[in-house]
């Protein structure tokens, strides 16, 4: 039944625009099963005490004060749907004028193709520390920190995790990340104003190909650092956790591989690793403070060839 509602909400798009985001979100949520949120009151205080210690942690590593959300958020697949359909929305917005020759067939594929998007990384993304990018009016400065309960028990179960630490792992994770756009407040619009310049460009027909390379590096060195922090924040050895869902990932089937792959999925495993080498390469030569300069301003950001040869970047660093 949530399959047949799923694609009677997809084929029925309507409106005026590419995309019918009403039945994006009636569809993902039709095709996905929310999963349950059976949290008990032990559980919820973990992830409060996780959070808490990432928090003194990563201050303390990073020499960064940043502010977390007040509300830590253990929600469900249909929740994490809700949380980030209007994201989806305003990032796609430069399309809505390019709806082509044949705008219903069009707006049906669009729909069902976002609503793939959606369903796939519902059913996947364990955390998120959410900067509110795009947002727009009083909310534009909020953030948020998001737990997808069943996808978080559902991969310890199938890793033969224990749940606690990999729950932990987790919230550290996110935390590195709230460290980061606390150091640099510029870097929610830097990715804004990146995202929007090449979607405009792509509805045009074209493809801004600097403009991309600028946000791959960006959010290299995003991953990077998060992984160089976590490296020296987290509280025990983790390697077994990494070796293990790397195992899981080879052992993706081949629509699953496919879908990844679209999504560009693929591009964030290689940003964690390449941003990875760099930090630690930085880090091990300079140590940790020095690495943080990267956060200053955005002309600190490292180029594509400085990503592949960290000595340029901090030789610029020094000058």
């Known amino acids: 039944m949530g399959l047949y509602r799923s694609v009677r909400a997809v084929t029925e798009a309507s409106g005026t625009g590419p995309i019918d985001w009403g039945a994006v979100a009636e569809a993902s949520k039709a ?3 929310p999963g349950s949120l059976d ?8 992830y409060a005490t996780d959070v808490g210690d990432a928090r003194d942690r990563v201050r303390e590593v990073s020499g960064f004060e940043f502010d977390l959300p007040e509300t830590i958020e253990i929600i469900n697949r249909h929740h994490w749907i809700d949380n980030n359909i209007e994201t989806f929305q305003r990032v796609m917005a430069p399309l809505e004028d390019h709806v082509g020759m044949f705008p219903a067939a069009a707006r049906v594929v669009n729909t069902g193709s976002m609503t793939v998007a959606l369903s796939f990384l519902a059913r996947n993304v364990l955390g998120q520390y959410d900067p509110l990018l795009l947002a727009e009016g009083d909310g534009a400065d909020d953030h948020a920190l998001y737990f997808v309960y069943p996808n978080v028990t559902r991969v310890a179960d199938s890793l033969e995790a224990d749940s606690d630490r990999f729950r932990r792992w987790i919230a550290f994770h996110e935390v590195t990340h709230a460290a980061e ?31 991309l390379g600028e ?35 080879r052992g993706r089937g081949p629509i ?3 879908i990844r792959r679209a999504l560009g999925l693929g591009m964030k495993r290689r940003q964690y690793e390449r941003g990875k080498d ?12 020095f690495a943080g300069k990267v956060w ?24």
Not at 189 to 211: F, P, Q, V
């Open 296 to 319: 200053d301003r955005p002309e600190n950001l490292p180029t594509e060839d400085e990503i592949e040869r960290p000595s340029a970047w901090i030789r610029r660093m020094d000058g």
């Open 31 to 33: 095709g996905t099963d």
């Open 181 to 211: 756009f606390g150091a640099a407040p510029w870097l929610p619009g830097h990715l804004e104003s990146r995202m929007e310049s090449a979607i405009e460009k792509l509805a045009n027909g074209d493809i801004d190909r600097g403009t």
């Open 39 to 46: 949290v008990s009151p032990a559980e919820r205080d973990g």
């Open 256 to 258: 699953q591989k496919l």
């Open 215 to 249: 946000l791959d590096t960006t959010m290299t060195a995003v991953e990077g650092y998060a992984e160089l922090l976590m490296d020296r924040a987290f509280d025990e050895e983790y390697r077994d956790l990494r070796e293990e869902i790397e195992r899981r990932r």
């Open 278 to 289: 760099f930090f630690d390469a930085v880090a091990d030569a300079r140590g940790i403070e």
